[in-house]
Structure formats: C-alpha cells, structure tokens
C-alpha cells in the first residue's frame, strides 16, 4: 500500500472510531453498534443504501443479509466485484424495527458520509433505494424518474437506482435494475 493510501485508512479508521462514538441522533440507543461501511477505499465508486438492518447491527457490516447477497450477485454480475468497492449507509445505526430514517436522522448523520467521501474522493455514488435518494440528491425525486440517470454534482456523478430488498420484493425491478448496473460498470470501467 502506498503512503497516500495508508493515510487515507488511517484517517478513516480515526474517523470510524469517532462515529462509533456518536449520540447525534436517537437511534444509537436504540442498536448495537455503528455500521460504518466497508470496502476499497480507493475505489472510483461508492454505494450507499438506507441504514442497517437486523443482521448488519449483529455483524457490523453493511449488506450482509438477504439483500447485501442479492447486491453482491448483481457487483460480480456487473464485474464490479463487492471486494472492489466501497459500500456504507446514508444511516450508520439500525433503525428500530428497520423503518426507514427519517429525515432528522439523515441529517444528523450526514457529516459522517460526507467526511467518508472528503476523503475517499470516489468519482461515482450510487444511491441504493429512496431514502439514500432523498437524503444525498433531492427529496422530491421518484425512483422510477431517476434510476439510472447520472446527476452531476460538483466533480461527482451519481446515480439513484432500485435498492435490493426492493427488488427481491418485486421481480418486476430486475431488469431496469440490471439496466442501470450495467450502465454504472461500463462508466466506471471507461
Ligand atoms: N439495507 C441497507 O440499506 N443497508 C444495509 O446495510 C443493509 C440493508
């Protein structure tokens, strides 16, 4: 590993321990522990789902249950395999009951991704699913208006697409969602 990227790891492994030790919202209370994310921390592309759920809160790893294993079959499907990433929350802690975030609690916890992505700098974010859409683009945006569109902010594209336990709920969302995948990896691979 280089300097530049074991600064990098350092400081987000700082940064992990300070969001470990965050009471900026309610839901700390509420779950076992913060699921920070995990990942190639060089890599050009960011996930970024709704919270944690059951099984993340156990293991402490983001997507790990049912609809981390679909995501990880649609990365290798799309040869961008999960090891290769980087994968985190718009929310480090689980919501009770894995209700979706509210708005607050988005917000509350924000500065920790946004200081994820400071030093990261990945060229891509994907969005995975509404709340992550809503939280990090704009809160009005429909998922079937915006999936797999490119939206441009700053020096970042990112691109709204199906979360996957939507997806393993309506077969329907497999195509597009595959769609859109394939576009992320073509861009991603350019
Ligand atoms: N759903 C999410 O949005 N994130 C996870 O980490 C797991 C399930």
Redesign the pocket.
């Known amino acids: 590993m280089d300097s530049v990227s074991e600064m990098k790891m350092n400081s987000l492994k700082d940064l992990e321990h300070r969001a470990k030790a965050c009471t900026n919202c309610g839901l700390r209370s509420g779950c076992r522990g913060v ?1 920070f994310g995990e990942g190639n921390i060089d890599s050009p592309v960011m996930f970024v ?5 059951q099984t ?1 809160d156990e293991l402490g790893r ?2 790990v ?1 049912k ?2 294993q679909l995501l990880d079959k649609i990365l290798l499907a799309a040869e961008l395999p999960r090891e290769t990433v980087y994968i985190t ?1 718009i929310v480090k802690c689980r919501p009770p009951g894995n209700r979706t975030p509210n708005t607050q609690e988005m917000q509350a916890c924000l500065p920790w991704l946004r200081q994820q992505f400071a030093l990261m700098r990945p060229r891509f974010m994907v969005l ?2 509404l709340a992550a859409t809503h939280g990090i683009l704009e809160p009005n945006l429909k998922m079937g208006q915006s999936h797999g569109q490119w939206f441009e902010k700053g020096n970042v594209l990112i691109m709204p697409t199906y ?1 996957p ?1 939507a997806i393993l709920r309506n077969p329907a969302l497999r195509k597009p969602a595959w769609e859109d995948f394939q576009k992320i990896s073509q861009t991603v691979h350019e």
């Open positions: 699921v789902g709704e919270g944690p759920g993340e983001p997507f249950g609809a981390g929350n995975l699913g979360h336990a």
